[in-house]
Protein backbone atom coordinates (compact mmCIF):
# COMPACT_ATOMS: atom_id res chain seq x y z
CA UNK A 1 0.00 0.00 0.00
CA UNK A 2 1.20 3.51 -0.94
CA UNK A 3 -0.31 6.34 0.60
CA UNK A 4 -1.36 9.42 -1.77
CA UNK A 5 0.96 12.32 -2.07
CA UNK A 6 -0.55 15.82 -2.10
CA UNK A 7 1.53 18.02 -4.25
CA UNK A 8 0.99 21.74 -4.01
CA UNK A 9 2.65 22.01 -7.56
CA UNK A 10 3.58 25.32 -9.31
CA UNK A 11 4.70 23.70 -12.44
CA UNK A 12 3.46 21.13 -14.93
CA UNK A 13 5.60 19.10 -17.23
CA UNK A 14 3.90 18.46 -21.14
CA UNK A 15 4.30 15.60 -23.63
CA UNK A 16 6.58 16.81 -25.59
CA UNK A 17 7.63 15.25 -29.40
CA UNK A 18 9.78 12.34 -29.32
CA UNK A 19 11.41 13.27 -31.82
CA UNK A 20 15.12 13.98 -33.07
CA UNK A 21 16.61 17.56 -33.52
CA UNK A 22 16.54 17.14 -36.83
CA UNK A 23 13.15 16.36 -37.00
CA UNK A 24 12.24 19.24 -34.44
CA UNK A 25 13.61 21.70 -36.61
CA UNK A 26 11.05 20.16 -39.54
CA UNK A 27 8.32 20.37 -36.70
CA UNK A 28 9.28 23.86 -36.02
CA UNK A 29 9.33 25.18 -39.44
CA UNK A 30 6.25 23.42 -40.32
CA UNK A 31 4.15 24.94 -37.26
CA UNK A 32 5.75 28.44 -37.73
CA UNK A 33 4.40 28.40 -41.29
CA UNK A 34 0.77 27.40 -39.73
CA UNK A 35 1.07 29.78 -37.27
CA UNK A 36 2.19 32.58 -40.32
CA UNK A 37 -0.78 31.39 -42.50
CA UNK A 38 -3.33 31.56 -40.08
CA UNK A 39 -1.94 35.17 -38.74
CA UNK A 40 -1.75 36.49 -42.69
CA UNK A 41 -6.03 35.26 -43.68
CA UNK A 42 -7.11 35.86 -40.66
CA UNK A 43 -5.24 39.80 -40.53
CA UNK A 44 -6.06 40.15 -44.36
CA UNK A 45 -9.47 39.49 -43.67
CA UNK A 46 -9.85 42.04 -40.58
CA UNK A 47 -8.14 44.65 -42.25
CA UNK A 48 -10.04 44.48 -45.57
CA UNK A 49 -13.20 44.78 -43.07
CA UNK A 50 -11.97 47.61 -40.99
CA UNK A 51 -10.58 49.44 -44.08
CA UNK A 52 -13.97 49.24 -46.54
CA UNK A 53 -16.88 51.07 -45.64
CA UNK A 54 -18.77 48.58 -48.14
CA UNK A 55 -18.47 46.40 -45.64
CA UNK A 56 -18.80 48.19 -42.39
CA UNK A 57 -22.63 45.75 -42.46
CA UNK A 58 -23.69 43.67 -39.51
CA UNK A 59 -22.70 40.20 -41.52
CA UNK A 60 -18.74 41.15 -42.15
CA UNK A 61 -18.60 43.00 -38.73
CA UNK A 62 -19.59 39.53 -37.52
CA UNK A 63 -16.94 37.24 -39.35
CA UNK A 64 -14.72 40.03 -38.15
CA UNK A 65 -15.22 38.85 -34.85
CA UNK A 66 -15.09 35.28 -35.50
CA UNK A 67 -10.96 36.15 -37.14
CA UNK A 68 -10.08 38.16 -34.01
CA UNK A 69 -11.14 35.24 -32.08
CA UNK A 70 -9.21 33.00 -34.77
CA UNK A 71 -5.94 35.26 -33.44
CA UNK A 72 -7.34 34.74 -29.83
CA UNK A 73 -6.99 31.25 -29.82
CA UNK A 74 -3.93 30.63 -31.72
CA UNK A 75 -1.83 32.95 -29.62
CA UNK A 76 -2.78 30.77 -26.84
CA UNK A 77 -1.02 28.12 -28.31
CA UNK A 78 1.65 28.84 -31.20
CA UNK A 79 4.54 31.15 -29.37
CA UNK A 80 4.36 28.25 -25.99
CA UNK A 81 4.70 25.56 -28.59
CA UNK A 82 6.97 26.31 -31.00
CA UNK A 83 9.35 27.21 -27.48
CA UNK A 84 8.84 24.01 -26.35
CA UNK A 85 10.52 22.75 -29.86
CA UNK A 86 13.23 23.58 -29.24
CA UNK A 87 13.79 23.85 -25.92
CA UNK A 88 14.12 21.12 -23.17
CA UNK A 89 11.96 19.87 -20.72
CA UNK A 90 8.87 20.94 -21.50
CA UNK A 91 6.93 22.93 -18.55
CA UNK A 92 4.79 25.29 -17.88
CA UNK A 93 4.02 27.14 -14.70
CA UNK A 94 0.51 26.84 -12.82
CA UNK A 95 -0.34 30.38 -13.84
CA UNK A 96 0.77 30.26 -17.24
CA UNK A 97 -1.15 26.84 -17.92
CA UNK A 98 -4.49 28.52 -16.05
CA UNK A 99 -3.89 31.16 -19.00
CA UNK A 100 -3.42 28.51 -21.66
CA UNK A 101 -6.65 26.86 -20.59
CA UNK A 102 -8.76 29.88 -20.55
CA UNK A 103 -7.63 31.22 -23.69
CA UNK A 104 -7.78 28.25 -25.72
CA UNK A 105 -11.14 26.77 -24.45
CA UNK A 106 -12.69 30.10 -24.66
CA UNK A 107 -11.92 30.77 -27.92
CA UNK A 108 -13.47 27.28 -28.92
CA UNK A 109 -16.63 28.59 -27.20
CA UNK A 110 -16.36 31.79 -28.67
CA UNK A 111 -16.47 30.39 -31.85
CA UNK A 112 -20.02 28.82 -31.77
CA UNK A 113 -21.16 31.97 -29.89
CA UNK A 114 -20.29 34.01 -32.78
CA UNK A 115 -21.47 31.41 -35.43
CA UNK A 116 -24.77 31.54 -33.63
CA UNK A 117 -25.10 35.28 -34.01
CA UNK A 118 -24.23 35.08 -37.74
CA UNK A 119 -27.00 32.62 -37.68
CA UNK A 120 -29.21 35.03 -36.33
CA UNK A 121 -28.27 37.63 -38.39
CA UNK A 122 -28.82 35.90 -41.76
CA UNK A 123 -32.24 34.57 -40.38
CA UNK A 124 -33.40 38.43 -39.93
CA UNK A 125 -31.73 39.37 -43.04
CA UNK A 126 -33.32 37.17 -45.36
CA UNK A 127 -36.75 35.85 -43.51
CA UNK A 128 -37.64 39.49 -42.11
CA UNK A 129 -35.93 41.53 -45.27
CA UNK A 130 -37.77 44.74 -44.62
CA UNK A 131 -37.05 44.86 -40.94
CA UNK A 132 -33.40 43.92 -41.26
CA UNK A 133 -32.14 47.14 -40.42
CA UNK A 134 -34.77 48.31 -37.77
CA UNK A 135 -33.75 45.13 -35.75
CA UNK A 136 -30.09 44.96 -36.67
CA UNK A 137 -29.07 48.21 -35.16
CA UNK A 138 -25.54 49.54 -33.59
CA UNK A 139 -26.22 48.78 -30.60
CA UNK A 140 -28.20 45.11 -31.40
CA UNK A 141 -24.73 44.70 -33.38
CA UNK A 142 -22.76 45.90 -30.17
CA UNK A 143 -25.48 43.60 -27.43
CA UNK A 144 -24.56 40.59 -30.17
CA UNK A 145 -20.98 41.24 -30.10
CA UNK A 146 -20.42 41.67 -26.42
CA UNK A 147 -22.86 38.22 -25.53
CA UNK A 148 -20.30 35.83 -28.23
CA UNK A 149 -17.46 37.15 -25.40
CA UNK A 150 -18.50 37.46 -22.35
CA UNK A 151 -20.46 34.35 -22.36
CA UNK A 152 -17.59 31.86 -23.42
CA UNK A 153 -15.30 33.67 -21.29
CA UNK A 154 -17.30 33.55 -18.03
CA UNK A 155 -17.99 29.71 -18.76
CA UNK A 156 -14.52 29.10 -19.02
CA UNK A 157 -13.39 31.27 -15.83
CA UNK A 158 -15.96 29.25 -13.95
CA UNK A 159 -14.40 25.67 -15.00
CA UNK A 160 -10.80 27.19 -14.64
CA UNK A 161 -11.88 27.81 -10.93
CA UNK A 162 -13.64 24.75 -10.09
CA UNK A 163 -10.06 22.72 -11.69
CA UNK A 164 -7.65 25.49 -9.72
CA UNK A 165 -9.79 24.72 -6.59
CA UNK A 166 -8.91 21.16 -6.49
CA UNK A 167 -6.17 19.48 -4.42
CA UNK A 168 -3.14 17.73 -7.21
CA UNK A 169 -1.28 14.15 -6.60
CA UNK A 170 1.21 15.00 -10.28
CA UNK A 171 2.04 17.34 -12.22
CA UNK A 172 2.74 15.61 -15.64
CA UNK A 173 -0.33 16.57 -18.21
CA UNK A 174 -0.38 14.22 -21.17
CA UNK A 175 -0.54 16.86 -24.06
CA UNK A 176 1.35 19.40 -25.89
CA UNK A 177 -1.01 21.94 -24.08
CA UNK A 178 -3.24 22.86 -20.96
CA UNK A 179 -6.18 21.52 -20.97
CA UNK A 180 -8.72 21.59 -17.74
CA UNK A 181 -9.47 18.47 -17.67
CA UNK A 182 -6.28 17.09 -18.10
CA UNK A 183 -5.43 19.03 -14.65
CA UNK A 184 -8.62 17.77 -12.87
CA UNK A 185 -7.46 13.80 -13.88
CA UNK A 186 -4.91 14.61 -11.36
CA UNK A 187 -7.00 15.66 -8.42
CA UNK A 188 -6.97 13.27 -5.46
CA UNK A 189 -10.20 15.54 -4.49
CA UNK A 190 -13.96 14.79 -5.79
CA UNK A 191 -14.36 16.07 -9.64
CA UNK A 192 -18.25 15.71 -9.29
CA UNK A 193 -19.14 19.51 -8.88
CA UNK A 194 -16.10 20.76 -12.04
CA UNK A 195 -17.53 17.29 -13.83
CA UNK A 196 -21.70 18.77 -13.43
CA UNK A 197 -20.44 22.34 -14.78
CA UNK A 198 -18.67 21.22 -17.32
CA UNK A 199 -21.70 18.83 -18.71
CA UNK A 200 -23.66 21.82 -18.74
CA UNK A 201 -21.59 24.18 -20.33
CA UNK A 202 -20.70 21.34 -23.11
CA UNK A 203 -24.98 20.75 -23.46
CA UNK A 204 -25.08 24.79 -23.79
CA UNK A 205 -23.12 25.40 -26.30
CA UNK A 206 -24.00 21.89 -28.09
CA UNK A 207 -27.50 23.45 -27.74
CA UNK A 208 -25.70 26.82 -30.05
CA UNK A 209 -24.95 24.43 -32.59
CA UNK A 210 -28.78 22.97 -32.68
CA UNK A 211 -30.14 26.65 -32.65
CA UNK A 212 -27.88 26.78 -35.99
CA UNK A 213 -28.89 24.40 -37.50
CA UNK A 214 -32.81 24.60 -37.06
CA UNK A 215 -32.29 28.47 -38.18
CA UNK A 216 -30.75 27.00 -41.50
CA UNK A 217 -33.59 25.18 -42.22
CA UNK A 218 -35.83 27.33 -41.69
CA UNK A 219 -33.95 29.53 -43.90
CA UNK A 220 -33.82 27.08 -46.37
CA UNK A 221 -37.17 26.09 -46.31
CA UNK A 222 -38.49 29.84 -46.93
CA UNK A 223 -36.06 30.14 -49.72
CA UNK A 224 -37.18 27.20 -51.90
CA UNK A 225 -40.56 29.29 -53.53
CA UNK A 226 -37.87 31.29 -55.07
CA UNK A 227 -34.50 30.89 -56.92
CA UNK A 228 -32.77 34.59 -56.09
CA UNK A 229 -34.11 33.54 -52.20
CA UNK A 230 -32.31 30.35 -53.17
CA UNK A 231 -28.77 31.29 -54.31
CA UNK A 232 -28.49 34.19 -51.25
CA UNK A 233 -29.66 31.42 -48.53
CA UNK A 234 -26.42 29.28 -50.43
CA UNK A 235 -24.21 31.98 -50.91
CA UNK A 236 -24.06 33.34 -47.13
CA UNK A 237 -25.06 29.68 -45.49
CA UNK A 238 -23.07 27.59 -47.17
CA UNK A 239 -19.62 29.07 -45.62
CA UNK A 240 -21.13 29.11 -42.47
CA UNK A 241 -22.59 25.53 -42.28
CA UNK A 242 -19.26 24.05 -43.24
CA UNK A 243 -17.52 26.60 -40.76
CA UNK A 244 -20.07 25.04 -37.87
CA UNK A 245 -19.48 21.43 -38.83
CA UNK A 246 -15.42 21.93 -39.15
CA UNK A 247 -15.78 23.60 -35.22
CA UNK A 248 -18.37 21.12 -33.84
CA UNK A 249 -16.31 17.99 -35.00
CA UNK A 250 -13.58 19.68 -33.61
CA UNK A 251 -14.27 20.06 -30.31
CA UNK A 252 -16.32 17.25 -29.68
CA UNK A 253 -13.50 14.92 -30.65
CA UNK A 254 -10.87 16.72 -28.65
CA UNK A 255 -13.77 16.71 -26.03
CA UNK A 256 -14.60 13.15 -26.27
CA UNK A 257 -10.68 12.08 -26.89
CA UNK A 258 -9.35 13.71 -23.31
CA UNK A 259 -12.03 12.59 -21.26
CA UNK A 260 -12.67 8.81 -22.77
CA UNK A 261 -9.48 8.53 -25.26
CA UNK A 262 -7.51 4.93 -24.72
CA UNK A 263 -3.44 5.47 -23.72
CA UNK A 264 -2.77 2.80 -26.45
CA UNK A 265 -2.89 5.17 -29.32
CA UNK A 266 0.80 5.50 -31.00
CA UNK A 267 1.73 9.49 -29.17
CA UNK A 268 1.48 10.90 -32.60
CA UNK A 269 -1.81 9.78 -33.11
CA UNK A 270 -2.84 11.53 -29.75
CA UNK A 271 -0.78 14.57 -31.03
CA UNK A 272 -2.72 14.76 -34.15
CA UNK A 273 -5.77 14.51 -32.56
CA UNK A 274 -5.14 17.18 -30.47
CA UNK A 275 -3.73 19.35 -32.37
CA UNK A 276 -6.77 19.28 -35.08
CA UNK A 277 -8.84 21.88 -33.47
CA UNK A 278 -6.19 24.17 -33.06
CA UNK A 279 -5.07 24.34 -36.45
CA UNK A 280 -8.15 23.47 -38.86
CA UNK A 281 -10.61 26.11 -37.74
CA UNK A 282 -8.30 29.13 -37.37
CA UNK A 283 -7.16 28.46 -40.88
CA UNK A 284 -10.12 27.30 -42.83
CA UNK A 285 -12.05 29.52 -41.05
CA UNK A 286 -11.60 32.77 -42.93
CA UNK A 287 -10.31 31.35 -45.95
CA UNK A 288 -13.94 28.94 -46.33
CA UNK A 289 -15.53 33.08 -46.06
CA UNK A 290 -12.92 34.73 -48.18
CA UNK A 291 -13.67 32.63 -51.17
CA UNK A 292 -16.97 31.77 -51.17
CA UNK A 293 -18.59 34.89 -50.43
CA UNK A 294 -18.56 37.07 -53.82
CA UNK A 295 -18.22 40.76 -51.73
CA UNK A 296 -15.41 39.81 -49.43
CA UNK A 297 -13.49 38.36 -52.07
CA UNK A 298 -13.35 41.26 -54.32
CA UNK A 299 -12.75 43.70 -51.52
CA UNK A 300 -9.68 41.82 -50.29
CA UNK A 301 -8.50 41.62 -54.26
CA UNK A 302 -9.01 45.03 -54.31
CA UNK A 303 -7.55 46.30 -51.11
CA UNK A 304 -4.32 43.73 -51.80
CA UNK A 305 -4.19 45.26 -55.23
CA UNK A 306 -4.02 48.79 -53.93
CA UNK A 307 -1.31 48.29 -51.37
CA UNK A 308 1.11 46.39 -53.45
CA UNK A 309 3.30 48.59 -56.00
CA UNK A 310 5.59 47.37 -58.51
Known sequence: ???????????????????????????????????????????????TVVL???????????????????????????????ADLLSEPHVISYAGCIIQVLVIYSSVLCDFSILTVM????????????EYYTVMTKKTVTKLIMFSWIAPVSCMSFLVVFSSALTLCGSKIEKLYCENWAIVRLSCSSKT???????????????????????????FKSSIRSIEDRKKVMQTCTPHLVSLVNV????????????????????????FMALEFLVVPPLFNPLIYGLKLRKVRNEVLRFMRSNVKF
Open 193 to 219: AYNVFAYMVILTYMGHAFFILFTYMKL
Open 248 to 271: TVAFLFDTMYSRYGSRDFPQGLRH
Open 119 to 130: AYDRFVAICRPL
Open 52 to 82: RRTLHEPMYIFLCNLCVNCLYGSTGFYPKFL
Open 1 to 47: YQPLITLNTSVFSLSGISATWENRYIFFCITFLCYTLILSVNLTLIV
